[in-house]
């Protein structure tokens, strides 16, 4: 005689129950907002008491659906999001109408080869395999410029990646290189940063402004003080950074140690960065 089949479970699923919590009959406790549920209240959702459960929220959705996607290494590319493309550079400069404006579009213009540099890091990447395993996965803030030329770089080879867009007050799309399933949005800076480390194997750090430089000393910091294992950090533009930061004279006047200029590595192609992070591996 066959034994019947267990059930998989005795209590409806969330999605099964708020299916049926949507359809009651009309009534004044109904069409209350109240009487929502918790999880389908967006009003409730959205107070500044459930700060604490938006954060977690945040924390556990891409990390779920990273882990879902069997990522478990990425190189996190960090970098501006105004310097153009090659194909984009000539335009800025057309565009530019003042004398200052034409000096800004023709400092951005002469970096665009780190656009060009950034794709050809991330082919690299990206093609780098460990018992047909590949070893790391594109990660950028999802949107243009040395963000769409790392998440271009892994498309080019056939490779995912990720993108970690952030909302801000001027519209910010993913770039169209960015892998669908991967793309995720951010409401909270910390959040989005949080989830730039927590898989990252190698950092790749271009010529930047305020978020750029707010991630790189964050990340800096870090390491600094043991809160994460050393790893590559590549910095791109030995000229530009040295112009914006005299990492010189903060040992010069006792705010680092000398060792933690050691933290990271001037470089200024993807071949030069990309056998850093080899050497350091043993790949």
Not at 18 to 26: E, L, V
Not at 77 to 102: C, D, M, N, Q
Not at 111 to 136: G, I, M, N, P, Q
Not at 181 to 203: E, I, P, T
Request: glycine share 6%; hydrophobic share 45%; with cysteine.
């Amino acid at each position: 005689m066959m034994t019947p089949p267990l059930p998989p479970r005795l209590f409806p699923s969330a999605a099964e129950e708020a299916a049926h919590a949507n359809t009651p009959s009309a009534s004044a406790q109904t069409e209350h907002p109240a009487y929502r549920l918790a999880f389908q209240d967006d009003d409730f959702l959205l107070r500044a008491d459930l700060r604490p459960v938006r954060f977690q929220l945040e924390l556990l959705k891409p990390e779920l659906l990273l882990a879902e996607a069997g990522i478990d290494a990425t190189f996190v590319f960090y970098g501006s999001a105004r310097i153009p493309s090659p194909e984009e550079a000539p335009l800025r400069l057309a565009a530019a109408k003042t004398p200052r404006e034409k000096a800004i579009a023709e400092r951005l213009a002469a970096k665009a080869h780190y656009y060009v540099v950034a794709r050809e890091l991330a082919k690299l990447v990206s093609t780098c395999t460990v018992d047909e395993k590949r070893c790391f996965t594109v990660c950028s803030g999802g949107g243009p410029s040395i963000m769409e030329a790392a998440n271009r770089g892994a498309a080019d080879v056939g490779a995912p990646s990720v993108g970690l867009n952030i909302v801000l007050p001027h519209e910010q799309m993913p770039n169209p290189y960015v892998t669908p399933g991967l793309s995720f949005q951010f409401h909270y800076f910390a959040l989005r940063k949080m989830h730039f480390l927590l898989r990252a194997k190698a950092v790749a750090v271009f010529p930047g402004g305020f978020g750029t430089f707010d991630e790189f000393f964050e990340l800096l910091t870090l390491v600094q003080t043991g809160k994460v294992a050393p790893l590559p950090i590549l910095l791109y533009g030995r000229d530009y950074w040295n112009r914006v930061v005299d990492f010189e004279a903060l040992v010069e006047e006792g705010v680092v140690a000398e060792s933690d200029l050691a933290l990271f590595h001037f470089v200024e192609t993807a071949e030069e960065g990309w056998a850093i992070v080899r050497d350091h591996y043993g790949l």
